[in-house]
């Protein structure tokens, strides 16, 4: 039966259709009829003239292996099952089609079936009168030298040795200096894996279990379990318990001792699962630890190169360039070698140098609006308004958080307490008042550097906008009501809302009119505030019946919606507390 669990519709016809479907996305691949072997589109006239790397295993590792074909790597793969080598016919198949007079390289990775099937090809081609090498490719780490196991399993790594392979190809090398390239490549390999979940083969149960708050290190690409099962550990902690079996010199699993002083290539591969957001983690924690080691790191990749399907988790690879078996081989000419093989994403060759930021080449602006005449001091009840304002808001920012996740993503208190905890230490640490202008801008650049999201763009449009329509001098109520007036049209400029959306705009739209209509009338300024406060509370109420036409509500399914909304609740909170500390402060 088709598998609930994957995009995949006959589980039996999985491969040959994601082989189609590779092969339709990659004009430079043809298929061999009726195998499961993929070539170069121009096989015939570039093994005439170079040696051909062919390689190839189970199938549930993508981008490896198809992905690796291309100028500059791999001419061929096979492909078998998933997770199962391919027929020995089928290698030879692609053995008579890739092998010219300059000869073939078999890369393999080493488990038991791969040998078998790529070795009795490669036998039955030398019978035939083809020149074949094969070299074995076993870079894992977790497994102890005295283990009565096969041997170190081929993993991630495997993807550098077709790479430096290959490059030595496209340049003419001959099969014997290829072949020894490969060989000491994979000897200075040492790779580490660990997963956060099994991987599931479309139509089978998961490959393994994890108890809760568990990983498992020290697994191989085919779904198997790992070596052992540990606690789950934060990133940096997970990457040193990797590394540190990586590097180990101890005599039972000492493959890859690299001391202090030496250079490695890092090769960070994300088994399936795992988001290039985690995948970032990872890379700054492994080049830290490695630095704070003494090892320097000359080249850093970062992909999904070999993966187990949709397994969550990475391995780590280094590449120890200073090995004495690498004396001689170009090494990293080779990886930075051009390369049309899709699965290996394009680098920039060469490594970091020097610190990893640089200056930021815009200086601080003043407001370009402000006049230069005498500058009006804020002070007096403002700065006491606004502290119980920020208060309010980080009071509400649970109910806010409830509020939003009902139509997004839970987060608007959050945000806003963000803004209000950087704006309550502006206060304290000095938030300019030398005009309202400028306090308008000031705060915008606090909400601009501290509060993230639509809630932080929102306002820091807001507050700017507001900021520019006002002159040094400018202090009367008219003038703020016209500067909110106006930070309000640039949010609804740039954010495309309007009254009547379900958003802060049906808040402060009516508080800015209400304050308006009060200053029109001759009323005071707390009073022009206590009237916006009490119309913004009114108006963001009344949007639990509105049906949401922008921001993320809009996507959702209104019968789902039913709370008010959580940017309109935010707006009047603050204006009902600043309004009412203001007056507050007016009475003293």
Known sequence: QPSCMALVNDPAQTVDESIDGFILASPHVRRLAGLRVLVRHDIDAYKATHVTLISGGGSGHEPAHAGFIGDGMLAAVVAGDVFASPPASSVLEAIRKCCGPAGTLLIVKNYTGDR????????RAKLEG????????????????????AGRRGLAGTVLVHKVAGALSANGAS???????????SGALGTMGV????????GRPPSFTLPPGFVELGLGIHGEPGMHQCPGADANTL???????????????????VPAGETVALLVNNLGGTS????????????????????????????????????????????????????GIAVLD?????TTAPGWPAHYPGQLQGPTSVPCATPPVTLSSVAESAPVTVGGAFPIALAAAMDALLNAAPELNRLDAECGDGDCGSSMAVGATAVQTALQTGLPMTSWAHVLDGLATIVDKNMGGTSGAIYTIMLTAAAVSLSAASDTPTDLVRAARAGLAAVQQYGGAQRGDRTLVDALGPAIDAAEAAVAGGLPAQAALLAAAEAAATSAEQTKTMRAAAGRASYVDQSRVHAPDAGAMAAAIWLAALADAYAGQARR
Do not use: K
């Open 116 to 123: 078998l099937h790529f070795g009795l090809a490669a036998e």
């Open 130 to 149: 083809f020149r074949v090498a094969m070299v074995i490719v076993g870079d894992d780490c977790a497994i102890p030298h005295d283990s009565r196991t």
């Open 239 to 257: 990457v040193a318990m990797m590394l540190d079996t990586i590097l180990s010199t101890e005599p039972s699993r000492g493959y890859l001792p």
């Open 334 to 338: 080779a990886l930075d070698s051009t």
């Open 175 to 185: 099969l014997d200096a290829v072949a020894a390239a490969a060989q000491a490549v």
């Open 195 to 202: 997963s956060l979940s099994p991987c599931v083969v479309p």
């Open 276 to 327: 290039n957001l985690e995948l970032g983690v990872v890379v700054r924690s492994a080049v830290a630890s490695l630095e704070a080691r003494g090892i320097a790191v000359a080249r850093v990749y970062a992909s999904a190169y070999m993966t187990a399907i949709q397994m969550a988790g990475v391995s780590l690879t280094l590449l120890r360039l200073s090995a004495s078996s690498l004396a």
